[in-house]
């Protein structure tokens, strides 16, 4: 894999990276902001069943941050476990390129004071506070280790990030020399969090594949919320994380490519810090599947999710279910299902504001198909430029809501 980093920008993220423990001290008017701010989501995926856990395996996980701010915190899942799970070794450091991390960047990780941490069955486990600022958009590495895993292992399968193996503990090593495996998944970590400015808040994007994304090209960061990330750097608003809850295959009322949206609301969604808006773009897997599920199943569905965003304080914005015809499991019936659904979604009814995703990818010679421009090549998901428009097409003062 290439840099995707200068090496004066890497210099730079490390500088600001390195501001460690007497950085109240140092900087006492950075130090009061961090206690009068809040922690902000920054990176975050959704969890499922990852194969077996491997004893004794080293990973180095590879991630782009979208807000910046100090005191970095990560979340470890067990969520699929059947068993405890050990991590006895955690560090957090900087990409130069592969597994190589800038020198001087990495640095250890605790959990409760200590650097060992035991996750029960079905749980999950929160770093204490890393001391120093982290620049937004870093390609930051997470390194750990597990003496112990066995067992239905958690973690997102299809990361379009390539990631590092070893066997045995060489996390505090910046070297990429021992780290001569490669996974496109990210394994135990499901988020990252900073403390940021009180008014600084994120966007969780809830979906399938599509935000996923699949079709878009990996090690590039080029699914459409991560053009969105970038769109909200640039711009005067307050939302500045971003966290993509998409899985590949996955519905909003029916458990199978990863638990349905609704199961999984509390634990992908509303459970990360400082959320301010939850994006809502599932659907389009419930329709193709011919399991008799109806407009009005979808529309009661999107409603519960809406309820339980807003009872826990949150805005919520729709999307409309893009075209997909060309691919197999299309037919008329399962397009009179999206175009009721999407006719709802418009509507305005339930939710704060709606993107017509329909409306930006469709062709306007044959409105049931992706426009070819936009067509990753099966006929449902969108290319990079697809990506692109989709994240164009966000109007970002929704996503800053009262």
Known sequence: MTARRTPVRALLAVLAFLFAAALPQAFPAVARAAETGHDVVTWAVSADRLGEGVADRGYRLVVRTSAGGADLRIRLTNAFGDRPVTFDSVYAGVQQEGATLV????????????????????????????????????????????????????GHGMALQTSYLTQGDHTAQESGDRWSGTTGSWFYLDSVSVR???????????????????????????????????????????????????????????DGAGQSALNRLQRDVLSQPGVRTVFVFEGVNDIKAHTGVTAQDMIAGYREIVRRAH?????????????????????????????????????????????????????????????????????????????QAMADAVDLTALDCA
């Open 103 to 154: 020198r001087g960047s990495n640095r250890r990780l605790s959990f409760g004071g200590a650097h060992s941490v035991t996750i029960p069955a079905g749980g999950t486990a929160m770093s204490d506070a890393l001391p120093g600022r982290l620049p937004a958009a870093t390609d930051l590495v997470v390194s750990l280790h597990s003496p112990d895993a066995a067992g239905p292992a958690s």
């Open 311 to 387: 009872t826990a304080g949150k805005c919520v914005v729709g999307a409309t279910v893009a075209p997909f015809e060309g691919w197999s499991e299309w037919d008329p019936a399962a397009e009179s299902v999206r175009q009721e659904v999407n006719a709802f979604l418009r509507s305005g009814a339930e939710f704060d504001a709606v993107t017509d995703f329909d409306r930006i990818l469709r062709s306007p010679y044959d409105p049931e198909r992706i426009l070819p421009f936009f067509d990753g090549g099966d006929h449902l998901h969108p290319n990079d430029k697809g990506m």
């Open 196 to 254: 940021a400015n009180a008014s600084t808040g994120a966007v969780v994007a809830l979906g399938d594949s599509i935000t996923d994304g699949w079709q878009s090209t990996a090690d590039l960061d080029r699914r459409w919320p991560d053009y969105l990330a970038r769109r909200l750097q640039r711009a005067d608003t307050r939302v500045k994380g971003v966290a993509n809850e998409g899985i590949s295959g996955n519905k909003v009322l029916a």
